[in-house]
């Protein structure tokens, strides 16, 4: 019966790498999108190999009860036990103490411990309790920033965002990292005075001084994120990991642009999100 729980565990893993990626988008709390494809195959590889697990000692079991049923010493065993019986003699294998040995054929058929079902029980969370996105908590135990690049990438011209292409007066959409990173190193300050709209979701301050509208940056996986974030000070917080689209300017650091340990932004216009895209930039 453990290899049964066993294979029961690759099914329901595989099921559960199955039911985040091919119905829902789920999986992108933990994984970059490129890795769906990769997901789906090992969710259908587990749950095949679960399959066959199961079916293999389903079979094991009634094939071991089948040869006990025409094995020539099971039936010297019924023999001799119906001769005791008319004879008035113990049964074989029965020594008046409650206890029989085995079959008669070197081992038994006891069933394999319960605790082994335990093993379902994390599977079974996992469809209880989804784990969710990295988000504020993250923000807060991270500390600060990913940090600027070193100073031989500083220059606007490495530069291909919106900003890159937008008009004068344009308000232009832009990740957080796209903002942080130009924040730090564009020496030519392109983003002074232009409106902005940044989106990501809100992180009070330890202090209490402002907040910060933050996202986390994913190379491939959610143990690698790093936290990219703003400071505003000119709006009250709102509730933590409560996303929002922010307008507004970049507030002009003076002195070195890569000294700044953090950047500010100076709102216009804000508004709730109540359908956030992918949590990871």
């Known amino acids: 019966m453990n290899r049964i729980a066993q294979g029961l565990t690759l099914v329901l893993l595989g099921a559960a790498a199955l039911t985040s990626t091919v119905p829902t988008d789920l999986y992108l709390n933990w994984v970059k999108a490129g890795f769906g494809p990769f997901l789906i195959a090992a969710g259908i590889v587990m749950v095949g190999l679960?399959?066959?697990?199961?079916?293999?000692?389903?079979?094991g079991e009634r094939g071991a009860l089948d040869e006990e049923e025409v094995t020539p010493e099971t039936?010297?065993?019924?023999?001799?036990?119906?001769d005791a019986s008319v004879h008035g003699a113990d049964p074989v294998g029965d020594h008046g103490d409650g206890h029989d040995d085995d079959d008669g054929h070197g081992h038994d058929h006891a069933r394999a411990p319960r605790v082994a079902w335990l093993l379902l029980l994390p599977v079974v969370a996992?469809?209880?309790v989804a784990p969710p996105a990295l988000g504020s908590y993250t923000v807060e135990s991270t500390g600060?920033?990913?940090g600027p690049p070193p100073r031989d990438d500083r220059g606007a011209s490495r530069f291909n965002d919106a900003l890159s292409e937008a008009g004068p007066g344009?308000?232009?959409p832009l990740g957080i990292q796209e903002f942080v990173m130009r924040a730090w190193i564009d020496d030519e300050r392109e983003m002074a005075d232009r409106e902005i709209e940044l989106t990501g979701f809100a992180v009070p301050t330890e202090d209490g001084d402002g907040w910060y509208l933050a996202r986390l940056q994913m190379a491939c996986c959610a143990a690698d994120a790093v936290v990219n974030k703003v400071l505003i000070t000119d709006q009250p917080a709102?509730?933590?990991d409560s996303w929002w689209t922010v307008r507004g300017t970049w507030v002009e650091p003076e002195g070195d642009l890569y000294d700044v340990s953090e950047h500010e932004f100076a709102t216009l216009q804000m508004d709730e999100v109540t359908n956030p895209p992918d949590p990871y930039e």
Not at 75 to 82: D, G, L, Q
């Open 50 to 59: 679960g399959v066959l697990v199961i079916v293999a000692e389903v079979r």
């Open 75 to 82: 039936a010297a065993a019924a023999n001799a036990t119906a």
């Open 126 to 128: 996992v469809f209880v």
């Open 144 to 146: 600060g920033s990913s």
């Open 170 to 172: 344009d308000v232009v």
């Open 238 to 240: 709102p509730e933590a």
